[in-house]
């Protein structure tokens, strides 16, 4: 079979913080995809182009790039495509679009972290494809680096994934990618490889090791939609890879749509990518990764081919949603009022709010049309969506991008996604591991205790820190992260990745306390503040509007308290004896979006405004809650 020599299609897979985005960046400038006097002043993370990405510091959408190698023995120059995917398992239909587009993968791994749950996800779906895999072993200078037991653990994670022998025959390269060090000779630990100053040796077993496409020369056309993006001048733009054939600029293709039908269309537009533009281009032949334009409504997984013998590729799939959430229309008294709901630059912030049910709606759908893992279902109101996703990470995304839109919405508390099996409910079940110093084993064993978690494994690498793995419902997980940074003092670190479905584990109380609502509407006094503290944590600052049902602290009881925070300090012409005496108010506890689904309870929802979010309960009204509450008590 013909194969294309000049060119490579590789992703780079890793658990979250490895270092993919910064090798990649390495790679961009040692290929020269540059000029010398902007490479001085390029940004680290690069291919991190979303503001949400550069500020949590995570890959969120796979991204391609492609690099122009030329060969230090001066042969003919070989363009590498490679796709940065996300290491975070909630992103996990990113992680599977990437990798149909490519023919081997670069497993990067820690030096001294290891092979993490979200390595075990990414590298089995790679085995699952039969990709070649090659092993980069990352940040080698780290103090704590281990670099001969990670990569002993590395080969016991392929036997547990049932790699076949030639999968397991993988080149090993040794990497500092900050540095843009590359080495094929073991370090010592703690070191940047010596025998090396760039990384050419990580360029050349990318040569090497990564099959260069094959086609048939007689085959028609066979381009498959991996990925979507959109253009102010454009419009829609379909990412794809040429499996057989050639497609042209100007060319009329078989679309070849999810639901079997075929029609015909114009290609309008070719692109390549290089580095990180896209450049218009004429021609793609087999093994190429280009972007077209001209097909308004092209979906991922369809098939552009030959009009005359159009033949369809397989459709993507992406594993079962575990979370999902109630996405609605914002129901609060305060609903497109700004951040404090008064003044004149309030009413000129809200002229684009976005408030109604059909903006949602479409909004939603059109989630839909480029991420794959996400379904939107109808519930028996008209005005809220059920969202479901592979986590709570993903759907707290999506909210935390729709509001920065000028979206407001109400949130309900993330559910689990469970599935009837022989008349039973089996719930997702997720494999947690965790690092944690040894002093805080116990209260760590303990929050797992809690949440039903089953241990299946603990290490002890001797340096003072525990590794625990432990089975738990996804349910459990939901409220941990928060509480479980306050028990190891911020020291812990935790991961968790999709394990299945078992059966229902029963009823789980996570959240001990109550919390203290507002009773009626109001601005927040000082004086008020002071009078609760002892009750509880508050939320709120001085000032802040609240009303009835809002949410505005945490009760020190396992019961809710309606309190009235709007209480002002009763004035006389008498002097008092505490006139004088001040009592320092405690700073009240911010919430992020994230913490605040965490925090929420059934009867709990979190009302989100671009600037604003406020947790309240699902039935504002107090007397309405005390008469819920007095018919559940007595049946």
């Not at 036997?159 to 990618?177: H, K």
């Not at 077209?292 to 030959?306: F, N, Q, R, W, Y």
Request: glycine share 8%.
């Amino acid at each position: 079979m013909p194969t294309r020599h000049d060119i490579r299609n590789v992703a780079i897979v890793a658990h979250v913080d490895h270092g993919k985005t910064t090798i990649v960046d390495a790679m961009l400038k040692q290929a020269g995809a540059f000029a010398a006097h902007a490479a001085e002043s390029l940004d680290d993370r690069m291919m991190d182009s979303n503001d949400l990405e550069r500020e949590k510091g995570i890959t969120i959408l796979a991204k391609n790039t492609a690099v122009k190698y030329h060969p230090k023995d001066g042969g003919d120059v070989i363009t590498i495509n490679i796709i940065d995917t996300p290491g975070h398992a909630d992103f996990g239909g990113e992680v599977e679009r990437g990798l149909s587009m490519v023919d081997a993968v670069v497993l990067l791994v820690d030096a001294s972290e290891g092979p993490l749950p979200q390595t075990r996800f990414v590298l089995r779906k790679a085995l699952q494809q039969r990709l070649p895999v090659i092993l980069c072993i990352n940040k080698t200078d780290r103090p704590d680096s281990r670099i001969d037991e990670v990569v002993n653990e590395t080969y016991d994670l392929f036997l547990d994934l049932d790699a076949d022998e030639d999968q397991i025959e993988f080149p090993i390269v040794y990497a500092c990618g900050r540095d843009g060090v590359a080495s094929l000779t073991k370090p010592e630990d703690g070191t940047v490889p010596a025998d090396s100053t760039n990384l050419e040796p990580f360029f050349t077993t990318l040569l090497q090791h990564v099959p260069a496409p094959e086609y048939d020369e007689s085959a028609p056309l066979q381009a498959h939609v991996t990925n979507l993006d959109a253009d102010n001048f454009l419009g829609r733009i379909a990412l794809l890879r040429v499996e057989q054939g050639e497609l042209r600029k100007g060319q009329t293709v078989a679309w070849i749509k999810r639901d079997g039908s075929i029609a015909n269309v114009r290609i309008t537009e070719l692109m390549m990518t290089e580095a990180l533009t896209r450049k218009p281009a004429e021609v793609a032949g087999p093994g190429d990764i280009c972007a077209v334009a001209g097909i308004p409504d092209i979906m991922i997984g369809e098939t552009l081919a030959d009009p005359e013998n159009p033949i369809a590729l397989p459709l993507i799939t992406v594993d079962e949603p575990a979370i999902s959430m109630t996405i609605g229309t914002n129901t609060s008294p305060l609903v497109g009022r700004g951040g404090t709901g008064k003044g004149a630059e309030a009413k000129a912030a809200v002229k684009d709010r976005k408030v109604t049910a059909r903006q949602v709606k479409d909004r939603l759908d059109r989630e839909l049309i480029g991420n794959v893992s996400l379904r939107v279902l109808d519930t028996a109101r008209p005005d809220a969506w059920e969202v479901q996703g592979r986590g709570e990470l993903a759907l707290a995304i999506l909210v935390e991008q729709m509001r920065r839109e000028g979206f407001e919405m109400t949130i309900g508390k993330p559910q689990v996604v469970t599935k009837q099996v022989e008349g039973k409910t089996y719930e997702p079940v997720e494999r947690m591991t965790i690092d944690v110093p040894e002093e805080h084993m116990g209260a760590v064993t303990q929050l797992m205790g809690v949440r039903k978690g089953r241990m299946d494994n603990m290490s002890n690498h001797g340096s003072g820190w525990v590794r625990l793995e432990f089975v738990v419902p996804s349910r459990g997980l939901i409220g941990f992260r928060t509480e479980f940074l306050t028990q190891t003092r911020g020291t812990g670190i935790a991961h968790s990745i999709h394990e299945g479905h078992e059966p229902w584990f029963g009823e789980l109380k996570t959240r001990n306390n109550g919390s203290l609502v507002a009773d009626r509407a109001g601005a927040v006094t000082a004086f008020a503040m002071t009078n609760l503290q002892e009750r509880g944590v508050l939320f709120t600052d001085p000032g802040t509007e609240v009303y009835e049902g809002m949410i505005v602290g945490e009760n020190s009881r396992s019961d809710d308290m309606d309190v009235n925070i709007t209480k002002e300090k009763k004035l006389t012409n008498m002097r008092s004896s505490s006139a004088d005496s001040f009592e320092a108010i405690v700073p009240p506890r911010k919430l992020s979006l994230e913490q605040s689904l965490e925090f929420c309870r059934d009867d709990e929802c979190v009302e989100v405004t671009p600037e604003s979010v406020r947790i309240r309960k699902v039935v504002l009204d107090q007397k309405e809650r005390g008469r819920t509450a007095s018919r559940a008590k007595h049946g």
